[in-house]
């Protein structure tokens, strides 16, 4: 190890990483590979359950960082370079997640929910995944080693002093897993024991149309403990002008109707719950916020964006210069290789859209040929931008969202011009708009994982082999994650809504002719801004010519409202099927532009004016704890690597990890799954398992448990103080320092 002082901020004259470019450590080793390779299995399961239920990530590097460094101490000796190796490798789980669940849910949304599967997913995430891995290797030089001290890098820079700190850490790990515990019992009684209800509420009579909630869980506490006050209070005010000034003024003037419906609601105003007209009016409303603000935020970053790929294609230019000769902190995949694999990527994308297209929405070959093309520049593009934007402001501030409705929109503005308007192209539009925005997601977590290891003296060769891993592994955790809670959280709800199948109304299709439910054959129909149907999917009976079960799926639930997968599936139909509330969504446009002008950056306003106010109302609880820890300590809690920041990343891992497990129970009740799985493993375990099994609270204590209705106020009581208790553990694990 270098014996002259180190230092992360040193100005470019004065820098030297920590590991000198001649020493030779242990690095890509095989323990290093698999450790990181199962942390990008779990964090990638753990985001996309956190995501789809709160519309936002947080970084997984430091909380990987520091579990690396006590794992790997227990199995002997470590290398500073292997726990870069880890985190690294996991790190990339993370991030896939993220750009998976903000686009692929769409196609539940646009009306292909039956050919949801994992077999859809992971080859679309492997490609977006490996393309932002690949561009970001020419770029390398660029934004790391030339812009050092023009690009600070903060998740990196922080990464990298965690990781020089590692003699700590069993102090950091500990912190941790005691956030991984805590938060993991508070999780498994309240899901699973259903020992107190998810969410209290009330919806008082003196104010018709809203509703007073906060949905209770260790991941929302620990989300906005990270994020802050700031950022969580903004998402809050978004909820408050939705929930508390909206709705309650969609009711009122709702009852000047007549209890006639207005579209896109199918029930008169009067007799919907705030669910319902949050559900049917704000969302459109929220959906132009959202795409209005993620556009300013990419026409801020303009300048950025024009700066970014004048020096990505100089230095894709002049990159085979000196790499013959280049030391080992200086070798990265070759050029040719990158090059290589992009054509790769391309001729995956044609095979995969050509020869395993989606039912019902087949294109042509050449039209295919033409998606993969619009991938590769719409990619290369965005992975520029999402590169330099990290480093500039971290890649928390990365306008994902932005870049891939931008890319939606112009796609689908071609499309538009060619005529290519059916719902094949929808779908061809979101693979294209997936794509990119994985890619885009990967980059900016990519560059950082970089830095931490140009700070450190890591071998960039073998860290882009270890990307390359973690998103390939990772893949398979966010497939199978995603299909999971689409079907352990769904439910068909009986209807009675009679259709004229011969002449089906506007926005309704058949999507399947045959859907079998309890042992029975109906015709899946969906619906898409249709005035007669309700949103969503149904069962319907040819015999009694009756829609009879809404066959709500997981994803675009309450549980998991996956809000920017829905805001990618409005961005597309209104374009191509110019079908959309578009008065509710300029007003939308019109709340943003108003924030804009009070000096507020509106993205975040927006997304909390489009979540459920229980969502952002727990973060923001979150988001004070923070500002009381920082006041009665007298200190800055603003390290990722600080107390509170560690406890609460093992709050949010104790949610997602534990939810999932609460999702596997209920799908081990499903009285149906003695159809879908090996008799033996029926046989085994005795499938299914009574509904009742693991629910102690309504049997024991039924005054004080949940259920799916409105809970009682000895159920809103007991959930606050349950979680008052869980966030005075956030106070004092926050405040006590790390040994």
Known sequence: MSERPWSSTAPPSDFRPFVAPGETLKEFTLRAVILGALFGLLFGAVTVYVGLRAGLTVSASIPISVLSISILRAFGRSTILENNIVQTTGSAGESLAAGVMFTIPALIFLGFGSEFTFWRVFPLALLGGWLGVLFMVPLRRQLIVKEHGNLTFPEGTACADVLVAGERGGSFAGRVFWGLGLGGVYTFFMNTFQAWTSQPESRPGWFPGASFRATITSEYLGVGYIIGSRVSGILFAGGIISWFVVMPAIRFYGQLANGIPIYPSTIPIPLMTPDQIWGTYIRPMGAGAVAAAGLITLLRTLPTIISALRSGLKDVRAEGAGAATAGRTERDVPMRTVLLGTIVIIAMMWVLLTFHPIKG??????????????????????????????????????????????????????????????????????????????????????????????????????????????????????????????????????????????TLPVGVKIEKDTFVYKDKTYKLLNSLGSHEVPDGEYLYDST???????????????????????????????????????????????????????????????????L??????????????????????????????????????????????????????????????SNRVPHWLTATLNLPWRTDLLSFGPRFWPAFSSHDGMPTSAQSILGMVMFAALGASLVYFARKKLD
């Open 544 to 610: 009694s010519e009756r829609i009879e079960y809404q066959w709500a799926q997981g994803i675009g639930s309450e549980k998991a409202p996956a809000p920017q997968a829905r805001l990618m599936a409005t961005v597309i139909s209104g374009i191509l099927n110019q079908r959309l509330p578009w008065r509710l969504v300029l007003m939308g446009v019109a709340l943003v532009i108003a924030v804009e002008i009070l000096g507020v950056r509106s993205l975040a306003f927006a997304t909390g004016s489009y």
């Open 361 to 502: 929405a087949e294109t042509h070959w050449y039209q295919n040929l033409l998606a993969g093309v619009f991938v590769t520049i719409f990619g290369f593009l965005f992975v520029t931008v999402a590169g330099r934007i990290s480093g500039l402001l971290g890649n928390s501030s990365n306008p994902i969202s932005g870049m891939s409705i931008a890319t939606l929109m112009a796609t689908c503005a071609i499309f538009f011009v060619a005529g290519w308007t059916a719902p094949n192209y929808q779908v061809l539009a979101l693979m294209i708009g997936g794509v990119v925005c994985i890619a885009a997601a990967i980059a900016g977590a990519t560059s950082q994982d970089l830095k931490t290891g140009y700070l450190v003296g890591a071998t960039p060769y073998w860290q882009q082999m270890g990307l390359l891993i973690g998103v390939t592994v990772s893949t398979l955790a966010i497939g199978t994650t995603l299909n999971l809670m689409n079907k352990g959280l769904e439910k068909y709800i009986p209807q009675q809504i009679a259709v004229n199948i011969q």
């Open 612 to 673: 459920p106010l229980g969502t952002t109302a727990a973060m923001f609880i979150g988001g004070l704890l923070r500002v009381l820890v920082e006041a009665t300590t007298k200190r800055k809690d603003d390290s990722e690597a600080s107390p509170g920041a560690l406890y609460a990343s093992g709050l949010i891992a104790a949610g997602g990890v534990f939810g999932l497990l609460g999702i596997v129970i209920n799908l081990l009740q499903d009285p149906e799954i």
